[in-house]
């Protein structure tokens, strides 16, 4: 079991400076990864400062060595995919080969990016278009010749380079709304799901259980295949929380994920939640 932790892109501890003083504290507290919300306007919150997640990584990557960083979630559909390819092998040449990218369709009823920026909003077509911005970022990662005809997206014979330090290439990690078919089966495609119980509650082992015979049914069995749950702030009762993270882990969850939200109550007391580090089970 791996434990990250997830961190806003939106409020007063999330301008790229200190994210990357967090990320160092995260590495010392002894903490697997740091993810970043992937907000224009955080969480459509127009009063909260919001700042750029992807320059942030870069400054996280620079301050720390050894653990893995990415994003829960980016929503592809509102962002070029040849851009992503180059922010993201950018990103994973700078951390030396750390970087998770986790994806998704975004939460329109929240995310004010979409609504007043005139993105797409229906759903179909972003699936459509996540799925389609995927295949190009695969190829573009390659550093081989590259084209695609895609309803969304077009590409002309063309070679970016360099490759991602990782082989095959950077992890991707799909998000959604557990138990919808669409979200597992695009999952099993990839690298990892970072899926969320569509009522917010806790996945529970038969859940994972579930989860876990769906992606074996839909893609070779042996290959490496990450479950990320958790997405929320630690309970008050450590004990009953390690023996949540403990039925997890037995049912096949390799990260558990606690989120730190901005309102948490100042720098202070983020930094606080992450030095007391994760809630090991081993």
């Not at 799909?174 to 569509?198: E, F, M, N, Q, S």
């Not at 509650?201 to 069995?221: E, W």
């Not at 630690?234 to 309102?263: H, N």
Request: hydrophobic share 40%; glycine share 8%; with cysteine.
């Amino acid at each position: 079991m791996r434990y990250g932790l997830c961190l806003p892109n939106g409020g007063a501890c999330a301008d790229a400076r200190t994210l990357a003083e967090l990320a160092h504290l995260a590495e010392e507290a002894g903490w697997d990864g740091v993810f970043l919300e992937d907000y224009i306007v955080w969480q459509g919150h127009q009063d909260v400062p919001t700042y750029d997640p992807w320059v942030a990584l870069a400054a996280m990557a620079l301050q720390t060595e050894r653990i893995r960083l990415g994003t829960q979630v980016t929503p592809l559909s509102r962002r070029r995919p040849w851009k992503v390819a180059r922010e993201t092998v950018t990103l994973d040449h700078l951390s030396k080969g750390r970087l998770i990218l986790g994806v998704g369709l975004g939460d329109t009823s929240i995310d004010v990016s979409f609504t007043h920026f005139a993105e797409v909003t229906d759903a179909r077509q972003r699936s459509r278009m996540l799925d389609e911005a995927l295949d190009v970022l695969v190829g573009l990662w390659s550093g081989q010749p590259f084209s695609y005809q895609g309803e969304h997206y077009q590409v002309s014979d063309i070679t970016l380079l360099p490759r991602p330090v990782q082989t095959p290439r950077i992890p991707i990690w799909v998000g959604g709304a557990y138990p919808h078919t669409g979200a597992l089966r695009r999952a099993a495609r990839w690298d990892g799901a970072c899926l969320y119980k569509i009522t917010n509650d806790d996945m529970t082992p038969d859940d994972v259980r579930a989860m876990k015979a769906f992606i074996q049914d839909h893609r070779d069995p042996s290959a490496p295949f990450d479950i990320s749950v958790g997405g929320r702030p630690r309970g008050q009762d450590w004990e009953q929380e390690r023996a949540l993270i403990r039925s997890l882990a037995e049912a096949g969850v390799t990260w558990w994920i606690e989120y730190i939200p901005p309102e948490t109550g100042g720098l202070d007391v983020v930094r606080a939640c992450i030095e007391r580090g994760p809630l090991r089970i081993d």
